[in-house]
Structures are given as C-alpha cells and as structure tokens.
C-alpha cells in the first residue's frame, strides 16, 4: 500500500472503549468516525490492552482504521490531540501500511467528552513519548 501524505476528516462519531475480557486484561481506547467505513467513510481506533502486551509481535498502540482495512501496532511518531482535533503521524516503516503519514482528525466535542477523551488517550499512550496533550484549542 502506497502512504498518501496527509488525510483529514471531521468525526461525527467520538466513543470510547473499555472491555474487560478477562479480570487480568482489558483493551481501553478510543474511536472516531465518520460516515460509513464500507461506503467511504473514515473511522479509526486507537487501542491499548492494560496490562500491554509485549510477547514482541504486539507492542504499542494498536492503530484500526475500519473496517479491518488497517491494524498496525506502534510506529506512531506524533500523536497531538487538543479539545477540537488530533493529529497522528505514523513513522516511515508504518505509514505504508496505515495507508498515510499524517491523520487529522477534527471533533466537535463538549467539556467534558473532552475530559473523558483526553484521560482515556493518557492512558492508551502510557510511556509512549510520541503523545502530546494540549489543552488550549488548535485553530
């Protein structure tokens, strides 16, 4: 798959994940959407399991771009988030496979999805030096 550049989108669809498949291990996450992913929509999750896996093939964030079109783990070199959009830059070796280099995805969301949002993403990308959180609104 060739990486195109940049894509951009606004979400109409902000939700977060949390589930619990046994006591020991849950996938947290969050997704953003629009339209329908099987009619040219763009929908995308972005997921870590508590406690991480790391048997080698599975380590990182795991990147969805639905439906199953894309699932990479890691290779995220920026992931920038403010309360009205997010911006994700996928390293040389990912983006190929993620199919771009540079997301952005825009969100109209209130306080406190904002809130929800940004503490679920904090966690997702625990230790992971690539992820910046900015409070103040991107233009």
Same mark, same amino acid.
């Given at each position: 798959?060739?990486?195109e550049?940049?894509r951009?989108? !606004? !979400?109409e669809?902000? +939700?977060?994940? +949390?589930?619990?498949?046994? @006591?020991?291990?849950? /996938?947290?996450?969050?997704?953003?959407g &629009?339209?329908d @992913?099987?009619?040219?929509g763009e929908?995308? =999750?972005? %997921?870590? %399991?508590?406690p991480p896996? =790391?048997?080698? =093939?599975? &380590?990182?964030?795991?990147?969805v771009?639905?439906?199953?079109?894309?699932? /990479?783990?890691?290779?995220?070199?920026?992931?920038?988030?403010? @309360?009205? #959009?997010? /911006?994700? &830059?996928?390293d040389? !070796?990912? !983006?190929?496979?993620?199919?771009?280099?540079?997301?952005?995805?825009?969100?109209?969301?209130?306080? +406190?999805?904002?809130?929800?949002?940004? +503490?679920?993403?904090? #966690? /997702?990308?625990?230790?992971?030096?690539?992820? &910046?959180?900015?409070?103040?609104?991107?233009?």
């Amino acid at each position: 798959m060739t990486a195109e550049d940049h894509r951009s989108f !606004a !979400a109409e669809v902000v +939700e977060f994940i +949390e589930t619990g498949y046994t @006591p020991d291990f849950t /996938v947290i996450g969050f997704h953003l959407g &629009e339209g329908d @992913p099987e009619h040219g929509g763009e929908h995308w =999750n972005f %997921t870590q %399991t508590i406690p991480p896996e =790391n048997d080698g =093939n599975f &380590e990182g964030v795991c990147t969805v771009k639905e439906i199953q079109q894309v699932t /990479v783990y890691g290779g995220i070199e920026r992931f920038s988030m403010w @309360p009205n #959009r997010l /911006v994700c &830059e996928f390293d040389e !070796a990912t !983006a190929p496979k993620a199919g771009v280099k540079k997301l952005e995805i825009s969100y109209a969301i209130d306080p +406190e999805k904002w809130r929800k949002l940004s +503490e679920i993403a904090m #966690r /997702v990308f625990d230790g992971e030096s690539c992820f &910046e959180l900015h409070h103040q609104t991107k233009p």
